[in-house]
């Protein structure tokens, strides 16, 4: 989630419907110019007894995150608290409960983005063994309760905490025990976001399957492979889902503006506080009728807060965000932008995988992706066939848009490797929740301390 620790004093109040969607139509960009940004969530343990940390322990978040002070980086602070750290691979934020975040820096390949993910792990190892804790690469804490889990300082944190119980179920399960990867991507015009969008949101489903890693609630199997899509299903109907309107006809900037008008709001950001503005309406903001500010109207930089409070399985702001996958190791982090690269960045690979889906209905796009928390590779696609079926045909068209891009490492290679992981998981049939079940109910012996051996 975006880090706001400044409230801007000139920033221009909105006055047009074109500031709007200025957002949207200003995050076009020459191909040439196109870049990739890659986020990725782990959990954080102590060493000893497998705790979260709290954000004022020694040796805890707080800690943690002013230890990478030594590779560079810089504090940001909110109400005196420090929230997150800047520096030139982008920003390291925290998640409600303490997850450690890293917003990675735009860049032009492959090679750059895993590179930028290895120093991020590096640092955060070394600091790790100073703070004698460890990071977890998993869609969701396998064993905690939302009560053992610690909340961090952070003003819309608290807002959203009070406001998640009265729109679904699972939204603290969301905020408190949830890690992802997610993957930010350019478009070069209108037309160019929409079938982007179009083909991304398609194919989230299988991005979930493919990279399904949270089976486990409480220490047991909970029933699912990502229990962490799952609980996207009851978390707040207002900003999830798979937007049946971005398939219509028309759909553009104005229709996501639309949209976004449509989503309550959570908070508004004045004089380094935020102010809880839960499910009122930001069509009153901009006839100066919202409840806790009266008489007064959205600025730009509000309605770029707001841009961010939706939750889709696909979401756009000035570029387009990919968000079906669970959190995992390394070679994960680095396959998911690879995957999305070479399916969205070459128009051939484009064209072929927008393809694959463009006939299906709204109602079987919902289906699949229902169906994949549970089944993964498993689920049944429109026309027939399993998931597993178009993995192959989507992998391939993927390592054909990459060969296309033609980038390469020092070596002379290509960025298809990233791709190989995956390549394993369809080939075995096993996604990586199933791997862990195996040895839960193997080795393990059902002892799911175990799994914490497997932290970066």
């Known amino acids: 989630m975006s880090t706001r620790d400044t409230s801007a004093k000139d920033d221009p109040i909105i006055e047009s419907r074109d500031q709007l969607v200025a957002p949207m139509r200003g995050g076009e960009k020459p191909k040439e110019a196109w870049r990739i940004g890659t986020e990725h969530e782990k959990l954080v343990f102590h060493r000893s007894d497998h705790r979260a940390p709290s954000y004022d ?41 303490g997850q450690l975040e890293l917003s990675g820096a735009p860049l032009e390949n492959l090679h750059h983005t895993c590179a930028e993910t290895g120093r991020h792990l590096e640092q955060v190892k070394k600091v790790g063994e100073n703070c004698e804790v460890g990071f977890l690469g998993l869609g969701m804490w ?30 603290l399960d969301m905020m408190l025990r949830t890690c992802t990867i997610q993957v930010n991507l350019d478009y070069s015009s209108e037309a160019d976001m929409v079938q982007k969008f179009r083909t991304g949101l398609a194919l989230q489903p299988l991005a ?28 707040d109907p207002h900003r999830t889902g798979m937007l049946p309107f971005v398939f219509e006809d028309g759909f553009g900037y104005e229709r996501w503006a639309d949209y ?4 309550p709001m959570y908070f508004v950001f004045r004089d380094g506080k935020y102010i809880d503005a839960a499910g009122l309406s930001f069509r009153d903001f901009l006839e100066g009728k919202l409840e806790v ?28 965000e990919m968000r079906g996958a669970d959190g995992g190791p390394w070679s994960r982090i680095c396959a998911l932008p690879a995957f999305w690269v070479g399916l969205l960045y070459d128009q051939t690979a484009l064209d072929a995988a927008w393809d694959l889906v463009k006939d ?28 597993r079926d178009l993995a192959k045909e989507v992998l391939a068209i993927a390592r054909s848009g990459l060969a296309t891009r033609a ?28 791997v862990l079940l195996d040895r839960y109910n193997g080795e393990w012996n059902g002892d799911i301390s175990r799994v914490y051996k497997y932290s970066f």
């Open 360 to 387: 299906w209905t709204m109602e079987e796009r919902e289906t699949l992706r229902n169906a994949v928390p549970k089944e993964a590779l498993d689920a049944a696609i429109p026309g027939g066939g399993k998931l």
């Open 260 to 263: 976004m008008l449509d989503v």
């Open 208 to 235: 979930t399957a493919l990279f399904a890693n949270s089976p486990f609630t409480e220490g047991k199997p909970n029933g699912y492979l990502s229990y962490r899509s799952h609980i996207w299903s009851d978390t």
């Open 57 to 97: 322990e020694p040796g805890g978040i707080r800690d943690i995150l002013m230890s990478l002070r030594q590779f560079g980086w810089e504090p940001v602070e909110e109400g005196g608290k420090v929230i997150a750290m800047r520096g030139d691979d982008g920003t390291v934020s925290l998640e409600p409960a």
């Open 142 to 171: 396998p064993d905690k309760t939302r009560e053992e889990l610690p909340m961090m300082p952070k003003g819309r944190y608290d807002i959203m905490k009070r406001h998640m119980p009265r729109v679904g179920s699972l939204g």
């Open 407 to 434: 980038r390469l490492n020092s070596s002379g290679d290509n960025e298809t490797g990233f791709l190989e992981t995956l390549d394993e998981i369809v080939a075995t049939g096993k996604v990586p929740a199933q």
């Open 293 to 320: 500010l009266p008489g007064e109207k959205p600025t730009q930089s509000d309605w770029w807060d707001h841009l961010s409070t939706a939750f889709p399985e696909v979401r756009l702001k000035s570029f387009l």
